[in-house]
Each structure stands twice: as structure tokens, then as C-alpha cells.
């Protein structure tokens, strides 16, 4: 199952599947191309999955096991690259909360997203080499981008799992929380990058784009009443 849920312009989507530890089944990439469609519109977009226990571990091997052909196995693996494409391109920013393991499978929907929000007891790899198959989601390209060609080679090479606090510092997480604290604050960050102005942020980081186009972008933001309020605030402190 996979659930939606739209608050103060941010959109939860979360992935329900604590029996098989939230993999990813063909009928749960159906309920989660819907949950993307309804989540069209929010300012920013949220990932996760139940539990503590796993963020997302992958596809569902029980399931999958049924895909006995090259045709299947490409159609299945081109299905969910889709999705993870979608992720990447919400307009606005996209924050993965990793509140569990994100292992194969999950560590690519992980990375389509643009920040990785983490517990500080959760495991993060690229192990699709331990069953003899490779990245085919789109983590591969994006992995080399977070952490660049040689250590993604490597990591996903060796399918090495990684401590919360170690992908931190290679930069494959971007915050990592206590657990105790993860839930409530992974929310807080989502919800602090629920503004136009960071959507704006996004285009910017995400793309070259040229002078005009960020100055126009700027100049929409500097016109609103957002930022006027928020000037006079600023101010008013000061005098």
C-alpha cells in the first residue's frame, strides 16, 4: 500500500508494506504512480516508508520472481526507472526520508530524491551485486553525480553498505538525526522547503540556467507579499 498525504503544501508520500519490509511490488509501483499524480501541485514532496525498519528494501524478490524473461524483467525495470524519474523532476523539492535501511532497490529511490534526510541507525548500499544484477532504476547515474564515477563504481562495484554517519560524509546523505528525534524533524525540514522560494532554489541548483532566467526568478519572489512581510520584519528588528 502506498499512502498519501497532503499538509500545508507539502505531500507525504509514504510506502506501507511492513510484511515485506516496504518493497516494491508491480501493484505497489501502480499505487505509487497514483500517489505522484495526486501529489501534483504540492510546493514539495516527501518520500518514506513505515516503520523503523526499512526506508524501501528494494523489489519484492517473491513477487519479481515471476519475471522469467529479458522482455519482463526489462519492462519491470524500465517501469520503475519511470518513477524514479518522477520523483527527480518534481518541480519542487523532494526530501527522502530514510527511516530505515535503504538497501538496493531502495537506495535508488533514495537518490532520486533531492535531499536524504536519515536516522542515525540506518543502512544505506547499493547491494544489487550480492543476487548478480546491477542498479537499473537510474541509481547508478545518480549515485556517480552525489559521490562522483570512481567511489560510486566502487561502492555500488562491491555493493558495500554504509553506516548512517559514513554516507553522510561521502555526501550520499545530506543530514542525519537521532532516532529518537527523526520523526519529527525530518517533517520540519520538508516543511521548511515548502516555499516558492525554494522551488526557485531547486531550478537554480539542479540546471544551468541562464542570467536572465534567475534574475526573473528572483525578481517574481521580490514583488510578493511573502517577501515583503518578511522584509518589514527584518526591518523592524533593526530599528
Given amino acids: 500500500m502506498v499512502e498519501l498525504e497532503l499538509e500545508d503544501g507539502l505531500a507525504v508520500v509514504t510506502i506501507d508494506r511492513p510484511h515485506a519490509r516496504n518493497a516494491i511490488d508491480p501493484h505497489t509501483m501502480g499505487e505509487l504512480e497514483k500517489a505522484l499524480e495526486a501529489a501534483e501541485g504540492a510546493r514539495a514532496l516527501a518520500v518514506t516508508g513505515s516503520g523503523e525498519k526499512a526506508f524501501v528494501s528494494g523489489g519484492d524478490l517473491k513477487e519479481l520472481?515471476?519475471?522469467?524473461?529479458?522482455?519482463?524483467?526489462?519492462?519491470?525495470?524500465?517501469?520503475?526507472?519511470?518513477?524514479c524519474?518522477?520523483?527527480?523532476?518534481?518541480?519542487?523539492?523532494?526530501?527522502?526520508?530514510?527511516?530505515?535501511h535503504a538497501l538496493g532497490g531502495g537506495a535508488e529511490v533514495?537518490?532520486?530524491?533531492?535531499?536524504?534526510?536519515?536516522?542515525?541507525?540506518?543502512?544505506?548500499?547499493?547491494?544489487?551485486?550480492?543476487?548478480?544484477?546491477?542498479?537499473?532504476?537510474?541509481?547508478?547515474e545518480r549515485l556517480a553525480?552525489?559521490?562522483?564515477?570512481?567511489?560510486?563504481?566502487?561502492?555500488?562495484?562491491?555493493?558495500?553498505?554504509?553506516?548512517?554517519?559514513?554516507?553522510?560524509?561521502l555526501g550520499l546523505v545530506d543530514l542525519v538525526l537521532p532516532r529518537t528525534q527523526f520523526a519529527d524533524r525530518w517533517r520540519e525540514v520538508a516543511h521548511s522547503?515548502?516555499?516558492?522560494?525554494?522551488?526557485?532554489?531547486?531550478?537554480?541548483?539542479?540546471?544551468?540556467?541562464?542570467?536572465?532566467e534567475a534574475a526573473e526568478a528572483f525578481a517574481r519572489l521580490w514583488v510578493s507579499e511573502e517577501h515583503w512581510e518578511a522584509a518589514e520584519k527584518v526591518m523592524s528588528r533593526g530599528k
Avoid at 67 to 82: C, F, I, K, N, V
Avoid at 157 to 169: I, K, M, Q, S, W
Avoid at 194 to 212: F, H
Fill in 65 to 83: 520472481a515471476r519475471l522469467r524473461t529479458e522482455g519482463e524483467a526489462s519492462d519491470m525495470a524500465l517501469r520503475m526507472r519511470a518513477l
Fill in 85 to 100: 524519474d518522477r520523483i527527480a523532476a518534481f518541480p519542487g523539492p523532494v526530501v527522502a526520508a530514510l527511516n530505515g
Fill in 110 to 140: 533514495a537518490v532520486a530524491a533531492d535531499i536524504r534526510v536519515a536516522a542515525d541507525d540506518i543502512r544505506i548500499g547499493f547491494n544489487q551485486t550480492k543476487l548478480a544484477i546491477v542498479p537499473a532504476w537510474g541509481g547508478a
Fill in 145 to 169: 553525480r552525489l559521490v562522483g564515477p570512481g567511489r560510486a563504481l566502487l561502492l555500488a562495484g562491491t555493493g558495500r553498505v554504509l553506516e548512517a554517519a559514513e554516507a553522510e560524509r
Fill in 193 to 212: 522547503l515548502a516555499t516558492p522560494q525554494a522551488r526557485e532554489i531547486k531550478n537554480l541548483t539542479t540546471r544551468t540556467r541562464p542570467a536572465r
